[in-house]
């Protein structure tokens, strides 16, 4: 583990860990009131992810922004040591042949003891990519970074993307801090007139892979 940082979130705290080689970033949504957890993209270092667990007990589910292995790789690990069931869209599920127990969708709620998280699907990145609101932050998987979208496959993986980000994360609130899969934090003001650039502008038509709004 490289960094651990907290946020207040209201009735929920966001705890992000820094693991594995890339590194990537795992979250832990945490109830103070009753000590009930999610974790959310175990990528790697199951260790350092359950010594800040402290009590497996706790550990209420296991969610997932999107199934790309570097999101995934302890998953088996802390799914044994806490028996916790994991949450996952159904398009990635298929795609990547990961056993969730019950499917993650647009505008479901999670409750972790007394807080909840609200999922939006945001396809692009993967089919099956998903976010995590809670009280006016979002944990956004590979869906979006500071300064333009997550990677995509194909021309019409990026489109997708477009589309699926200016109607879900840039409907919020700009004060809404999104919180990525890699790196640091950013706010849809941040990046609302930068996106809002990028669609007014001409592009090729096999745009795609690491893009930027500018």
Not at 55 to 76: F, K, N
Not at 107 to 122: C, S, Y
Not at 140 to 167: K, M, N, R, W, Y
Request: hydrophobic share 40%.
């Amino acid at each position: 583990m490289k960094t651990r940082k907290k946020a207040h979130t209201g009735k929920l705290e966001l705890q992000r860990l820094e693991v594995g080689p890339w590194p990537v970033n795992c979250y832990l949504v945490r109830c103070p009131e009753t000590g009930q957890l999610a974790v959310v993209d175990p990528g790697e270092d199951a260790d350092t992810i359950l010594s800040s667990v402290s009590d497996v007990g706790m550990v209420r589910c296991i969610l997932l922004t999107h199934a790309h292995p570097d999101h995934v790789g302890a998953l088996e690990a802390i799914r044994q040591a806490t028996a916790a069931p994991v949450g996952i869209h159904p398009a990635d599920a298929e795609v990547f042949g990961i056993d969730g127990d019950w499917p993650l969708l647009h505008g479901m709620e999670v409750i972790i003891g007394r807080g909840r998280l609200t999922i939006a699907h945001v396809p692009g990145h993967t089919l099956g990519s998903v976010c995590l609101r809670l009280n006016g932050q979002a944990i956004v998987g590979d869906a979006i970074f500071p300064g333009g979208p997550g990677h995509t496959d194909s021309p019409e993986a990026l489109a997708q993307c477009i589309v699926s980000l200016g109607q879900v994360v840039f409907s919020w609130p700009d004060g809404t801090a999104l919180y990525p899969g890699h790196g640091d934090s950013t706010t849809v003001g941040a990046e609302r007139a930068d996106f809002e650039r990028f669609l007014a502008a001409d592009h090729p038509a096999d745009l795609c892979g690491d893009v930027t709004w500018r």
